[in-house]
């Protein structure tokens, strides 16, 4: 298994230095003099060259990612100029809202779809099947910022049951509770997309299994079906589940940056906006790098966890 993680985690290296060279070549081919756009009505032209200077962007473009990278192996994201702060202490304050966010929706997604499949491919054309599959159909064809907002109108400002916005009260205790209210609507809203997916995807799955020998072996023993369903097939379908819910986890990850601004989330994707529109470069790459990082890292934890339940994978 050790052997097998230390593979993984090589073959993670390429795919993170592909992403940090399109993310530097985006950034440098965006229109315009990102000193100017800083400077604004500053922008003079002893100001521009300074800047310029400052921020390494008078060097050529190749010995400019070179240095970026090298400073970024070393823990140096860099300095955000527009809020005048170390780049890795901004994203990973930002970072653990989104986690926050993220992460419930994860857990709601994944419990209620993995539910929802297997009740489905129980009842095979039965009423449940065909409730899950309307409301399944239903929540994969609404847009997650769309569903926001209108939980956002009926609950939050028509029903007064929730928060309009944020992850804290402006005024009184920051406490669970009070993060709980905030995070109800943002979490639901982001989790509706993949909880349809994760569903489609855990029927077909447990309807294979279902036909197998041994759950028809399990049944002939006098084994309960409850058991039969739940330990034996849905252990065997999860072979297949988990790269699901890895997928869905990079969906909800990178779907979190326009539900954090549709609910005012102070998260990495609201950051990274407002960084791109003040052409903050450093923020914006230091950014979607660790994001990106962290998506992969994640994506080996699911092919273990895979690997765990099927030794096969590692052959």
């Not at 230390?6 to 315009?32: C, D, E, H, Q, T």
């Not at 855990?202 to 309960?224: C, N, W, Y």
């Not at 979190?256 to 601004?261: G, K, P």
Request: hydrophobic share 55%; aromatic share 8%; with cysteine.
């Amino acid at each position: 298994m050790t052997g097998y993680i230390v593979k993984r985690l090589i073959s993670a290296v390429p795919v993170l230095l592909g992403i940090s060279v399109i993310v530097f070549l985006i950034m440098a081919m965006i229109p315009g003099d990102p000193a100017t756009a800083i400077l604004g009505s500053y922008a003079t032209p002893e100001n521009v060259e300074k800047l310029n200077r400052d921020l390494g962007l008078d060097k050529p473009l190749v010995q400019r990612y070179f240095i970026w990278l090298g400073n970024m192996l070393q823990g140096d994201f860099g300095r955000s100029f527009s809020l005048n702060r170390a780049v890795l202490d901004e994203v990973l304050e930002r970072f653990n809202a989104t986690l926050v966010l993220a992460g419930t929706s994860f857990v709601i997604c994944s419990i209620l779809g993995v539910a929802a499949g297997v009740v489905s491919a129980a009842r095979q054309y039965g009423l449940a099947d065909k409730a899950i599959t309307f409301a399944v159909l239903l929540g994969i064809s609404i847009p997650s910022f769309f569903l926001g907002m209108m939980m956002i109108l009926i609950f939050a400002v028509n029903l007064r049951w929730f928060p309009v916005s944020g992850m804290w009260p402006i005024y009184g205790a920051r406490d669970l509770s009070a993060l709980v209210s905030h995070l109800t609507l943002p979490a639901i809203a982001l989790a509706v997309v993949a909880t349809g997916v994760i569903a489609r995807l855990s029927r077909s799955a447990m309807l294979e299994v279902l036909r197998q020998d041994f759950i028809r072996t399990a049944r002939a023993k006098g084994v309960h079906e409850r058991s039969v369903i739940w330990r034996h097939g849905l252990r065997a379908a999860m072979v297949s589940i988990i790269p699901v819910l890895g997928i869905q986890a990079g969906f909800v990850l990178s779907g979190a940056v326009y539900i954090e601004m549709v609910f005012q989330w102070p998260g990495v994707g609201r950051m990274l906006v407002d960084a791109i529109l003040k052409r903050d470069i450093l923020l914006v790459q230091g950014g979607v790098v660790f994001v990106a990082a962290c998506y992969v890292l994640f994506n080996i934890a699911v092919d273990v966890a895979q690997s765990l339940l099927d030794p096969r994978i590692k052959a």
